[in-house]
């Protein structure tokens, strides 16, 4: 049995990033499908995006620098290297077009390029021409693309996925779902790994 893992993510948030490739690492290992549902954390940050250091602006500049110390930190141990932010962005746009990515079966390529994008090289995933070169980049189709988010066609789905996650009591991203198991927040490959396990053995989805 193929284990389905669901994990509500959203591409601005760093630990959905660690925990995306975590869970990459994993699937030599297991039997299971992701679904990857974009959940929005930030729907208030304006569409052009803003500077980074806007964001919190009364917080200790030495505290903002250890967090991300850690989450560099995190993210080498994922093998991702990653640098924070200098604009923060509006990812509507980003998650809008990884609904679409979806139905191309290149969802997982087009993701893994939309977080490198955003937290290796400092790119605005918030603009409508970098989501059509990353789209590209993962081998979709990204005329395609481009129309799919004129129309605002995956606009519900992305609500719809808001309410999925308040009906399941998700506060926070990423937050995975596999069978009876749930787990917020980035986490280890072995702390993922032993989740996997157990619900394989529950399932009887294992390798």
Not at 48 to 59: L, T
Not at 65 to 77: H, N
Not at 151 to 170: C, D, G, I, P
Request: aromatic share 10%.
């Amino acid at each position: 049995m193929t284990l389905k893992l669901e994990m509500f993510s959203d591409f601005i948030c760093p630990f959905c990033y660690i925990g995306f490739e975590v869970v990459r690492k994993l699937k030599p290992e297991f039997d299971f499908d992701l679904a990857w549902a974009g959940f929005q954390i930030h729907p208030e940050w304006p569409a052009e995006g803003m500077p980074a250091a806007q964001w919190r602006s009364g917080m200790d500049p030495e505290a903002r620098k250890a967090i991300w110390t850690r989450i560099i930190a995190m993210g080498e141990a994922a093998g991702v290297a990653m640098r924070p932010p200098e604009t923060l962005t509006n990812s509507r746009l980003a998650l809008e077009a990884a609904e679409f990515a979806q139905t191309t079966g290149r969802a997982e390529a087009f993701e893994e390029r939309v977080y490198r994008a955003y937290f290796s090289e400092g790119l605005n995933i918030g603009q409508a021409g970098v989501i059509a070169e990353l789209a590209a980049d993962a081998g979709i189709d990204a005329a395609a693309m481009s129309e799919a988010l004129k129309s605002r066609r995956y606009e519900l789905t992305l609500k719809n996925n808001a309410l999925a996650a308040r009906q399941r009591s998700v506060s926070g991203v990423p937050t995975f779902f596999v069978g009876e198991f749930s787990m917020v927040g980035a986490q280890s490959e072995d702390v993922m790994r032993m989740l996997l396990r157990r619900a394989s053995e529950r399932f009887g989805a294992a390798k």
